[in-house]
């Protein structure tokens, strides 16, 4: 009748990868989660941009897809640093308590996005964020 097609069916796909084609293994994708979860472990000290830049220099050079994500972290811990900084200083205003809980939240949720996305082989773009380095 006919011969099988080569291409997964519409709306499916068989490998997770980055969105530009490539297949990501698992272990890069490791990588990826963690440069994006490790940032809550430092954050309490407002240093969740540690575990990021550690991936970036063990990993980076080895994984264009951990590189990505890693940079990706980077960019967002650099600007949350820069967020709370100044959400810190508004709360002598009393505006910086919002500022920071409604940061707070945003910054979890966006991160745990982050995280869910690298497992499964696709790239995250942070919204909101100023990209300082590429």
Known sequence: MGAMSSYPPPGSSWQQ??????LVPSEDRNWAVAAHLGSFVAAYV????????IVLLVRGGQSP??????VESLNFQLNAL???A???????????FV???AY????????VMAAIKASQGQDFR???TIRLIS
């Open 82 to 84: 820069v967020i709370i």
């Open 17 to 22: 990868g980055s969105g530009s084609g490539e």
């Open 46 to 53: 407002a240093l969740g941009l540690i575990a990021p830049l």
């Open 99 to 101: 500022v920071l809980a």
């Open 126 to 128: 942070y919204p909101l």
């Open 86 to 96: 100044i959400g810190w200083i508004l709360v002598f205003v009393l505006i910086g």
């Open 104 to 111: 707070g939240v945003f910054y979890v949720i966006c991160v």
């Open 65 to 70: 897809f951990v590189r990505r994500q890693a």
